[in-house]
């Protein structure tokens, strides 16, 4: 048996918004820094003292332009991750059930390009555990695992 540490363990929480219209999902993709050149979910970190739906939001209206009412936000999906070489992190994915605005592209130098995609048919080069949340949310499934070493709960599956 493992032993028990008394220190708290924090994690950094990533928060993401989902558009979805048709079964067709809104993605940007990214220019610079972290996984530039791979398609996203609209996301981004969580903020100190900020709930993870106002955080959510609040990625909606910094990245795409589109104001979303907390209360407009639907918990579909939460996510464990790690890359490799760097901490676990937590993602949150909340659907917005309506929004004001037409989504477009609010931080161009930050963003490489907009568009709708199939929810079962998105773009290769998406972001890998945007990716597996994406498979596992088209499947009905609230909670996964990504990047932990271990045989995934559901393997993503490309046409």
């Known amino acids: 048996m493992a032993s028990l540490s008394t220190a708290r363990h924090r994690r950094i929480c990533d928060v993401h918004l989902l558009l979805v219209r048709d079964r067709q999902v809104f993605l940007t993709l990214r ?6 050149g791979l398609w996203q979910v609209p996301s981004g970190h969580l903020e100190a003292g900020e709930p993870t739906d106002e955080g959510a939001a609040r990625e909606g209206l910094e990245e795409i332009g589109v104001r979303v009412r907390p209360e407009h936000l639907e918990l579909v999906h939460f996510i464990d ?12 994915f909340y659907r917005a ?3 004001e605005g037409e989504p477009h592209n609010a931080e161009p130098h930050k963003c490489a390009g907009i568009g709708w995609y199939d929810l079962d048919a ?10 597996a949340a994406l498979a596992h ?8 695992q990504f990047g932990w070493g271990r045989a995934p709960s559901m393997a993503v599956q490309r046409p």
């Open 122 to 131: 998105i773009p290769e080069n998406t972001v890998p555990y945007h990716a």
């Open 31 to 36: 220019r610079g820094g972290y996984a530039s």
């Open 81 to 92: 991750h790690r890359a490799p070489g760097e901490e676990p992190r937590l993602g949150v």
């Open 137 to 144: 949310i088209a499947a009905g499934r609230a909670h996964a």
């Open 97 to 99: 059930t309506s929004w």
